[in-house]
């Protein structure tokens, strides 16, 4: 069975280009969590979905970052335009919200650098 | 100051040692959960926890929810398990997962 699949698992761009993210959750799982990992802050949430609706962006950091989520098997962060301070791991993850006790599987994430 | 505190930091071993890695929450959660992180940066859920204990091979998780805390064990610790653990918790009501620091583990042969 297919995990969580992201790509690409490396970019790098340069300052002030558009960045798309993807990633392909597990089929069946219906929740996806899209995560940040950096150095100096470790792993934080910056947007989940359920049934393809946003349900918390609240970790989004600015109007530069987006995300949808255009049916259950696709999903899209993008940043627009991109900065040196966005250069970070990111991570998708997705599970079954049938009930509350439901881990969460995680892509192996794509490295993003912005010169 | 993090919801989310995880101590050590950094844990380095003997191969056959018992490892215990401790984490502390601040608000009431849905459920508590333990991840690994292996070098190559790939992330694995170990556990995910309401109440009690819960047991997978050579790994035990444990929980009091009373005293928001959580402890995770590795009985006959191996290089392999060199990673960096990391504890987060899902915030009650939400599905959200709050992130502590991690903990890096290097077992040596």
């Known amino acids: 069975d297919a995990g969580v699949i992201q790509s690409p698992r490396h970019e790098v761009t340069e300052m002030g280009q558009e960045v798309t993210l993807r990633c392909k959750p597990i089929?069946?799982?219906?929740?996806l969590f899209w995560y940040r990992q950096t150095m100096m802050r470790g792993l934080e949430l910056l947007i989940y979905?359920?049934?393809?609706?946003?349900?918390?962006d609240s970790g989004m950091p600015e109007d530069r970052f987006s995300a949808k989520m255009p049916n259950a098997s696709f999903s899209t962060l993008k940043i627009q335009p991109s900065e040196p301070r966005d250069s970070a791991v990111y991570f998708c993850?997705?599970?079954?919200?049938?009930?509350?006790?439901?881990?969460?599987?995680f892509g192996d994430g794509t490295r993003l650098s912005i010169l | 100051k993090n919801e989310v505190e995880q101590s050590p930091q950094n844990l380095t071993a003997q191969e056959g040692e018992f490892i215990t890695i401790n984490c502390s929450y601040s608000?009431?959660?849905?459920?508590l959960h333990w991840l690994q992180q292996h070098p190559g940066g790939g992330i694995v859920s170990l556990f995910m926890?309401?109440?009690g204990k819960k047991k997978h091979g050579r790994l035990i998780a444990t929980i009091n929810i009373q005293e928001k805390h959580s402890s995770l064990h590795i009985t006959a610790s191996h290089p392999r398990d060199s990673a960096v653990y990391i504890c987060?918790?899902?915030?009650?009501?939400?599905?959200?997962?709050?992130f502590g620091q991690g903990t890096r583990l290097t077992i040596n042969p």
């Open positions: 993850a997705s599970s079954s919200y049938e009930s509350w006790y439901q881990p969460q599987h």
């Open positions: 926890l309401s109440s």
């Open positions: 979905f359920n049934n393809n609706v946003p349900i918390d």
């Open positions: 608000v009431g959660i849905s459920a």
């Open positions: 987060a918790m899902e915030v009650q009501g939400a599905q959200k997962l709050v």
């Open positions: 089929s069946g799982h219906n929740s």
